[in-house]
């Protein structure tokens, strides 16, 4: 995994400025398990398939079974796929887009969710995303899963989020 601590306190910055998601995320589960996400989390995603990574930023509130939180996508070209192409045939990735945390569950350290479809930069079309990841202590990672709302077509990727230490 290659460390993108400047990028991810500019987003954090940007999007602290922003005063973050407005829409709450619903988190499911026992009380005691949505106790143990309460904090502000920070980290990254990122895709060796598709190029693509980005920030997470997820804040819950302790005794709430709501939180705000967004995930910024940094489309990229992947090093070997860029080296690839013509330099004329080389065209800068799109913008990043901000995108939305759906639906959170968490059951004995398992958490699970789903972001908001949204436009797969790629191709112009719907992506819908599910993630799945471990709690341990202040570190929550695991694995994500895209598809096209037309095809069966999946893309995956890794994710990691920290909690900031109070």
């Known amino acids: 995994m290659t460390v993108r601590a400047p990028f991810l306190s500019i987003m954090a910055v940007a999007w602290l400025a922003c005063g973050g998601s407005q829409t709450p995320v619903p988190v499911v589960g026992a009380q005691s398990d949505i106790s143990s996400l309460a904090g502000e989390w920070t ?20 005794g709430t079974d709501s939180a705000s939180g967004d995930v910024v996508m940094s489309p990229q070209f992947a090093a070997g796929a ?5 330099p004329a045939a080389q065209v800068p990735p799109p913008n ?6 759906n639906f959170v569950r ?8 789903s972001l ?6 790629s191709c112009n079309c719907p992506l819908h995303t ?3 990841g471990r709690l341990k202590a202040d570190t929550l990672e695991g694995t ?8 069966s077509d999946v893309q995956q990727g890794h994710w990691r989020v920290v909690r900031k230490r109070s």
């Open 106 to 113: 968490v059951t004995g350290g398992q958490v699970s969710g």
């Open 116 to 121: 908001a479809p949204y436009t797969d930069p």
């Open 144 to 151: 994500y899963a895209s598809r096209h709302e037309q095809g």
């Open 130 to 132: 599910t993630f799945i």
């Open 43 to 62: 980290g990254e995603y990122w895709s060796a398939e598709t190029g693509r990574s980005g920030s997470i930023l997820f804040n819950l509130t302790s």
């Open 82 to 86: 860029r080296a690839a192409q013509s």
């Open 96 to 101: 990043s887009q901000t995108l939305t945390i």
